[in-house]
């Protein structure tokens, strides 16, 4: 029985982890935020890589640190009912809502999208038919298959990417240009909302349970030594996803002055490709695209599939995974911008309730795990993120709030701090954590049922 790891083991599981996280997804914003941060690239990269990167680490260490067995269990320190409608709600959005038919255009605007003339909404019609059409027919007849696709396609990503980025600092494709809209005078706080967009920090309270279940199958048991090695898997993927999402950003920002600028990362990829590689280069990215999105997209299905016929297993998996398939496609079809836009306001919403549950989790042992502090903490942030959510939905959209809104949003930005900056439930749910805490252990009142059992 083993107490520790070798590095070696470490890194595999860490490169595991990296591959869990970067779907072809992750390439578009660091490169849509490149080329609308321009002379303001830095201040946008680290927001960026705040919850780019950093929050994915946090999720995961938060999951080591708990000893849960899953999300659910986890969240069900708050309530069994809460329990099962974050996490659903999270599964959704990291699957058919947004996430997976997220795969289908970024396939098709980075592999296909370039070679194809007349009506792109055709193109992408019949070409995300194929693309989930694949990805049920995987999903119900798992093979090998993809697994084999997803041990070559890592290195292969990894070895095209570093070679494009290679090319980006030798021979840059122009000098950064003028910044453009939010990113002039915030550039900081564009990036740093920017990275909620990867969705990577509500993955890894999923994928937190993958690395540890890794690391206990090499034999590791004491809860002590599966956290570091946890935390060491978890240095070694968000390393690798910080370098390449730095290099994209600054691939972008030098693109502007050869290529023009576009609405989405995607056509910015293929253009880089093709100005360093000609031809030949634009279809191997778009070969090697084309298939990490399609082992996301049967992954995304796979584990929405399964979670969801264990809280409703009256439905089969096989029913699941017809329906979800099928609303990707649907989904889709309205194309990446419009994925993109209708996610921002549910991603407002949710962020600030997975970071709580982050927070809480790391803070329990302070407050003895009592339910009372969990409960009042995610009431406040939910107060808060609500708001943020629906404010952020009409601001897309051009409505106007809500009558009720306007008076409670002039309460948040005249009273909370950080409001201006999307963090105005923080310091709230601090607040909140301490005096509750405080309570808590004057009046030695009991655990959570999921830590006390």
Same mark, same amino acid.
């Given at each position: 029985?083993?107490?520790?790891?070798?590095?070696?083991?470490?890194?595999?599981?860490?490169?595991?982890?990296?591959?869990?996280?970067?779907?072809?997804?992750?390439?578009?914003?660091?490169?849509?935020?490149?080329?609308?941060?321009?002379?303001?690239?830095?201040?946008?990269?680290?927001?960026?890589?705040?919850?780019?990167?950093?929050?994915?680490?946090?999720?995961?260490?938060?999951?080591?640190?708990?000893?849960?067995?899953?999300?659910?269990?986890?969240?069900?320190?708050?309530?069994?009912?809460?329990?099962?409608?974050?996490?659903?709600?999270?599964?959704?959005?990291?699957?058919?809502?947004?996430?997976?038919?997220?795969?289908?255009?970024?396939?098709?605007?980075?592999?296909?999208?370039?070679?194809?003339?007349?009506?792109?909404?055709?193109?992408?019609?019949?070409?995300?038919?194929?693309?989930?059409?694949?990805?049920?027919?995987?999903?119900?007849?798992?093979?090998?298959?993809?697994?084999?696709?997803?041990?070559?396609?890592?290195?292969?990503?990894?070895?095209?990417?570093?070679?494009?980025?290679?090319?980006?600092?030798?021979n840059p494709m122009g000098t950064p240009q003028a910044s453009q809209d939010a990113y002039t005078d915030g550039a900081f706080v564009k990036g740093f909302l920017e990275g909620y967009n990867t969705m990577d920090a509500l993955a890894s309270l999923v994928f937190g349970i993958i690395v540890i279940n890794a690391v206990r199958a090499l034999g590791v048991t004491s809860r002590r030594e599966i956290l570091s090695a946890t935390m060491k898997s978890g240095l070694v993927a968000t390393a690798f996803l910080a370098l390449i999402y730095v290099g994209i950003a600054y691939l972008g920002a030098?693109?502007?002055?050869?290529?023009?600028? $576009?609405? %989405?990362?995607? =056509?910015?990829? /293929?253009?880089? *490709?093709?100005?360093? !590689?000609? &031809?030949?280069? +634009?279809?191997?990215?778009?070969?090697?695209?084309?298939?990490?999105?399609?082992?996301?997209?049967?992954?995304?299905?796979?584990?929405?599939?399964?979670? $969801?016929? %264990?809280?409703? =297993?009256?439905? /089969?998996?096989? *029913?699941?995974?017809? !329906?979800? &398939?099928?609303? +990707?496609?649907?989904?889709?079809?309205?194309?990446?911008?419009?994925?993109?836009?209708?996610?921002?306001?549910?991603?407002?919403?949710?962020?600030?309730?997975?970071? %709580?549950?982050?927070?809480?989790?790391?803070?329990?042992?302070?407050?003895?795990?009592?339910?009372?502090?969990?409960?009042?903490?995610?009431?406040?942030?939910?107060?808060?993120?609500?708001?943020?959510?629906?404010?952020?939905?009409?601001?897309?959209?051009?409505?106007?709030?809500?009558?009720?809104?306007?008076?409670?949003?002039?309460?948040?930005?005249?009273?909370?701090?950080?409001?201006?900056?999307?963090?105005?439930?923080?310091?709230?749910?601090?607040?909140?954590?301490?005096?509750?805490?405080?309570?808590?252990?004057?009046?030695?009142?009991?655990?959570?049922?999921?830590?006390?059992?």
């Open positions: 029985m083993k107490t520790k790891l070798s590095f070696s083991s470490y890194f595999v599981i860490g490169v595991m982890l990296f591959a869990l996280f970067f779907g072809a997804g992750n390439l578009i914003f660091p490169a849509q935020l490149g080329q609308y941060a321009g002379t303001n690239l830095w201040p946008a990269a680290i927001g960026f890589l705040i919850t780019g990167v950093g929050l994915p680490f946090l999720g995961i260490l938060a999951m080591g640190f708990s000893g849960s067995a899953n999300l659910q269990e986890l969240a069900s320190r708050i309530h069994p009912t809460y329990a099962v409608i974050f996490t659903s709600l999270l599964y959704l959005t990291i699957g058919p809502f947004f996430a997976t038919p997220r795969t289908g255009t970024v396939a098709y605007d980075i592999g296909i999208a370039p070679f194809v003339g007349g009506s792109q909404q055709v193109g992408l019609l019949i070409f995300t038919l194929i693309f989930f059409g694949i990805t049920m027919w995987l999903c119900l007849n798992p093979t090998k298959i993809v697994d084999r696709v997803g041990k070559i396609l890592s290195p292969g990503i990894i070895i095209l990417l570093v070679a494009l980025l290679v090319m980006v600092v030798v030098t693109s502007v002055e050869s290529v023009g600028l $576009f609405d %989405t990362g995607g =056509p910015v990829l /293929s253009s880089a *490709a093709s100005y360093y !590689f000609g &031809s030949f280069g +634009s279809v191997v990215l778009a070969i090697i695209i084309i298939l990490a999105c399609l082992t996301t997209s049967i992954g995304l299905i796979t584990a929405c599939g399964e979670y $969801f016929h %264990t809280i409703v =297993p009256r439905v /089969s998996y096989k *029913a699941f995974v017809v !329906f979800f &398939s099928l609303f +990707s496609f649907t989904i889709a079809n309205f194309g990446l911008s419009n994925i993109i836009m209708y996610s921002v306001p549910v991603l407002m919403l949710l962020y600030p309730l997975a970071i %709580t549950l982050m927070l809480l989790t790391f803070l329990s042992p302070m407050f003895n795990h009592v339910r009372l502090v969990y409960v009042a903490a995610t009431i406040t942030a939910f107060m808060v993120s609500v708001i943020d959510g629906l404010k952020t939905f009409c601001d897309t959209f051009g409505m106007e709030y809500f009558s009720w809104m306007q008076p409670v949003i002039s309460f948040y930005e005249q009273y909370l701090p950080l409001y201006g900056q999307g963090l105005g439930w923080l310091l709230p749910v601090l607040a909140v954590i301490l005096i509750t805490g405080v309570i808590a252990r004057i009046q030695h009142l009991p655990a959570a049922e999921e830590v006390s059992s």
